[in-house]
């Protein structure tokens, strides 16, 4: 078994995790690979008590790989996604953060978690992308035009609004006058959408989700189409700049540049144990269910 291990660090206590899973893994004698500055950060730590230098590294994956770990929140998932990219290497979240949407194992039920991994008990989800392009071409969106969230475009440097000329299959469909407008996969729907007032899509739905971002005509929805469409995006404003963001990673265009958006042609991989489910992670996490009239 080859296991890729990243992670940002950014969390309280992660040198517990951490320490756990090596040793898991060290255990299964499975090879294990952890991409190099992740490594460099662990051996830097002085709270962690095994020397993991004699580790192999890695900065880009291949189709070798049997899982990839990603221990963190669900930004170091994203971040994840972008090693893993068209490969189709299941990822493994091991949520050290606060929210956790997209992890797979929470801190609390490491152990046990761990080792139904490792002996192969649990299935696999597959989350749908989407991809962006520009006219003119930008090269800053390249090679990693892809987001398992959101595009998004938001208004740079200003308190003035941005118009967003919206085309869905070459038809128009409004223009946002708002701080931006979200284009959101169903695996989105429970992140920067949600905190705009979008709803929550069971990510084996195939839609996608547009959500204006404190639109000023009032009228203006979030809208859920189906993910066979093309979205076309004109942003023009009192700047003659804006910013748009593929998941964490942003990038600033001109006005009218033209923002092409659709359905990635492939799909990532998410880990999933058995007795886990989407419902059940959102009565969890918004803490549906509870009643708190006591």
């Known amino acids: 078994m080859k296991i890729g291990i990243y992670g940002q660090f950014y969390h309280e206590n992660s040198e517990i995790y951490i320490q756990m899973l ?16 992740f490594l460099e950060i662990i051996n830097r730590n002085q709270d962690i008590t095994k020397n ?12 070798s790989f049997d899982l990839f770990f990603s221990i963190g929140g669900d930004g170091t998932i994203l971040k994840a996604v972008t090693f893993v990219a068209d490969l189709g290497i299941p990822i493994v979240g091991i949520n050290t ?17 761990l080792n139904q991994i490792l002996e192969g008990h649990y299935s696999i989800s597959e ?57 959101a996969t169903p695996t989105g729907s429970t992140g920067y959408s949600l905190s705009c007032g979008g709803p929550v899509i069971d990510p084996n739905a195939n839609n996608i989700l547009l959500t204006p971002i404190a639109p000023h005509n009032l009228n203006a929805r979030p809208l859920v189409i189906p993910d066979s469409c ?26 009218e540049t033209t923002i092409i958006i659709k ?12 007795d886990d489910s989407f419902i059940k992670t959102l009565r969890k996490k918004l803490l549906w269910g509870e009643d708190k009239r006591n």
Do not use: C
């Open 52 to 63: 993991f230098s004699g580790f192999s590294t890695f900065t880009k994956l291949d189709n």
């Open 263 to 274: 359905k990635a042609p492939f799909t990532i991989k998410l880990l999933q144990l058995h």
């Open 127 to 183: 989350r749908s992308l989407l991809t962006m392009e520009t006219l003119p071409q930008s090269e800053g969106i390249h090679p990693l035009n892809f987001a398992l969230n959101e595009v998004a475009v938001n208004r740079r440097n200003t308190t003035s609004m941005i118009k967003v000329e919206t085309l869905v299959d070459d038809k128009y469909l409004t223009s946002y006058w708002s701080d931006g407008l979200i284009v």
């Open 97 to 113: 953060g606060r929210l956790g949407f997209l992890a797979t194992i929470q801190k609390e039920e490491m152990t046990e978690s």
């Open 22 to 37: 090596l040793n898991a893994l060290q255990k299964k004698e499975a090879e294990v690979l952890i991409e190099e500055n």
């Open 230 to 255: 093309t979205i076309t995006l004109k942003v023009s404003g009192r700047e003659n700049t804006f910013l748009v963001s593929m998941d964490s990673r942003i990038v600033t265009l001109e006005n």
